[in-house]
Structure formats: C-alpha cells, structure tokens
Antibody, heavy 116, light 107 residues
Framework: EVQLVESGGDLVQPGGSLRLSCAAS????????MNWVRQAPGKGLEWVSY????????YYADSVKGRFTISRDNAKNSLSLQMNSLRAEDSGVYYC?????????WGQGTLVTVSS | DIQMTQSPSTLSASVGDRVTITCRAS??????LAWYQQKPGKAPKVLIH???TLESGVPSRFSGSGSGTEFTLTISSLQPDDFATYYC?????????FGQGTKVEIK
C-alpha cells in the first residue's frame, strides 16, 4: 500500500525556521517525482515545490523562492522541505504528493502555524 | 508564473444535473492539466490528468477536455458523492499552479 506520511509541522514565530519531512513507503520512491503543496485554513490549494527523481530538477513557487529548499533522500525514501524566514502567510497544512502528471497519492498533511 | 482561473467559484446543482467547470490558463499549457476533487478535511484526489485521461477507478461520469488555454471538467450526472471542491492544476514548465477552486453545492 502506498503511504506518504508528513511530519514536522509546528507553531513557529515569524522569521523562524522549520523542516518538514515526508516518509514514503509501498512504492519505488526513487522513480517518482515529488511535490509539496500547501493549503491555508479555509483556502485553496497552493503548489509550493517540485523535485525530480534524481534531484536534478527543482522548481519553487515565487512565493517561497529563496526561503524554502526541497530535497530528497532516495536511500531513505524521504522527502524534506526546509522552510526559513517564515511568514504568517506560510501557515497552513502542508502535503507531500507523488507524481509529475497529476499527483496520484497524497499524505494526510502536517500543520504549520506561523504566529507570535 | 502561469496563472489558472477557474469559473464559477461556486456552483449550485441538483443530483442528476450535468455540471461543467472551466479552467483558463494565462498562456498555453498544451494538455498539461490535471483535475482534482477535494472534500473537507481530506487530501485532494486526482480525477484526470493530461487534460482528458481519466484516472483508474474514477467514475466515467467525469470527463475532461481542452488544450492550450481553455479546459473543462464535466460531470455528466451529478451524484451525492460529487458535492465537493474541484481544482485544476497545470504542470507545464517550471511551475505547477492550481486554480482557485470551484465548490459544487447542493441546490
């Protein structure tokens, strides 16, 4: 069974940092591109970042460019998102999602709250 | 970044109705478009990719069409389980933008 399990969400002050992780199981992680997608409370979906299978291609939304860093460890079947200089507008549920042509599997999400 | 505009934002319909949601891209994305369904408190579920390819297990009442900058998601006969919010997402080039969503409500 395909599983994606996010962790690392927390309450953090503006300007702070947080590292999210996504543990993958039940499929050949190294053969799938991965994404982070977030959703502010009561709002729509916002794509955050994409990483290719071998990490050679990485994309970011303009809203997080220069502040967030996506990475993956194929040996450990894990995906990460390092978030620095956090702002209130970065608050929301963060999902990791598998795939390049429409994400077919998503985790349950981890909640990030940026507030003083 | 490519902008995606969905319409309408909210749609009120009855069981059995034919429903159409439109998604427009700010520039051509060929057919690099997916549609998702999301219910409250749940992760999104992909319905269609490459504009018109139905995902395995998705009922055939769902269909997608379009290319370039204009796309549609059609539900041929709305069922009770279909009341949800729908999103389009483009995956052309170096971004993966979502539309703002269309909430399908019970009339």
């Amino acid at each position: 069974e395909v599983q994606l399990v996010e962790s690392g969400g927390d309450l953090v002050q503006p300007g702070g940092s947080l590292r999210l992780s996504c543990a993958a199981s039940g499929f050949a992680f190294s053969t799938y591109s991965m994404n982070w997608v977030r959703q502010a409370p009561g709002k729509g979906l916002e794509w955050v970042s994409y990483i290719s299978t071998g990490s050679s291609t990485i994309y970011y939304a303009d809203s997080v460019k220069g502040r967030f860093t996506i990475s993956r460890d194929n040996a450990k079947n894990s995906l990460s998102l390092q978030m620095n200089s956090l702002r209130a507008e970065d608050s929301g549920v963060y999902y990791c999602a598998r795939g390049i042509q429409g994400s077919d599997y998503w985790g349950q999400g981890t909640l990030v709250t940026v507030s003083s | 970044d490519i902008q995606m505009t969905q319409s309408p934002s909210t749609l009120s319909a009855s069981v059995g109705d034919r429903v159409t949601i439109t998604c427009r891209a700010s520039q051509s994305i060929s057919t690099w478009l997916a549609w998702y369904q999301q219910k409250p408190g749940k992760a999104p579920k992909v319905l269609i990719h490459k504009a018109s390819t139905l995902e395995s297990g998705v009922p055939s009442r769902f269909s997608g069409s379009g290319s370039g900058t204009e796309f549609t998601l059609t539900i041929s006969s709305l069922q009770p389980d279909d009341f949800a919010t729908y999103y389009c997402q483009q995956y052309n080039g170096d971004s993966r933008t979502f539309g703002q969503g269309t909430k399908v409500e019970i009339k």
